[in-house]
């Protein structure tokens, strides 16, 4: 059997890409993320068959991250996404949440609402950055706190991009208490929604987390994971007339937050 050490190899073998990348750790890289794809849990074949490389290279990888706990291996042989990537997670949460703080003071500068950024963590949405409206009335949610999807605007964004069978088995997973009178509890007017969401560009909650609150929000395109940024005021304030002139801004500051979050992954040299 290869030690972790084995891999030191082709460690030193630039990617084929001829980008001066480090081949195995592209490598295991790579297979961190399908892993993530098939849902956290997969078997050597599959990651073979997904990935195109060989069992032998596959299995070597996997033995040094599994010693490294980024990776654990299930009595039943198949692999699973190891504890240690939890700290990583949510160190890089709060880094997205610090990159996204200057465009949120923006969204509040153009708009006078509280500003907030969210991701899709699991089956739950969590808020990493907020900036506070400066009006005496204004909305105030945690950073950290985590919230159902269906019953406020960044998870009917985050959700509109996803499969209904998807967007069904999660339902199905958290249920849909009722945060308002006006929460969708049901998953058909749930999916009817997201609908709206994609044919309108943007999602809405009325009322449905908290009564007297508006919330508009669109999902960050093209982002590394699920994020997306909203605003939310008194519905009094947060109007039809007032969601035309919001929602134009909204795109264009979440489009360049994606071309941010995009080059902060760039080489810099």
């Known amino acids: 059997m290869p030690t972790p050490s084995a891999s030191s190899t082709d460690a030193a073998k630039p990617a084929a890409g001829g980008g001066g990348g480090v081949q195995s750790l592209e490598r295991a890289f790579d297979l961190l993320e399908r892993m993530a794809d098939a849902g956290g849990e997969v078997g050597l074949s599959e990651l073979s068959v997904s990935s195109g ?61 509280t500003a907030n950024m969210a991701l899709l963590d699991g089956d739950e949405i969590v808020y990493v950055a907020q900036v506070p409206s400066k009006h005496s009335m204004r909305m105030f949610t945690e950073v950290g706190r985590r919230v159902l999807p269906h019953s406020t605007g960044v998870g009917k964004a985050l959700l509109a991009g996803f499969p209904p069978d998807e967007v069904r088995s999660l339902l199905a997973r958290t249920g849909m208490p009722a945060a308002t009178e006006k929460t969708l509890t049901t998953p058909d007017g749930f999916l009817a929604a997201l609908e709206d969401v994609r044919r309108l560009g943007y999602a809405v909650d009325d009322n449905e987390q908290e009564i007297g609150v508006r919330c508009l929000a669109v999902s960050v395109p093209d982002s590394p994971t699920a994020a997306a940024i909203s605003i939310s005021g008194p519905a009094g304030r947060v109007t039809e007339e007032a969601t035309e002139k919001i929602v134009p801004v909204l795109k264009q500051v979440a489009i360049e937050l994606s071309a941010a979050l995009a080059s902060s992954g760039s080489p810099s040299h």
């Open 53 to 113: 490389l060989p069992l032998p290279t596959i299995h070597r990888l996997m033995r040094t991250l599994v010693s490294c706990g980024y990776v654990r291996q299930q009595p039943n042989r198949r692999y699973a996404l190891g504890p240690r990537l939890i700290r990583l997670g949510e160190s890089a949460s709060r880094l997205l949440g610090t990159w996204a703080r200057p465009y949120l003071a923006r969204l509040v500068e153009e708009t006078g609402e």
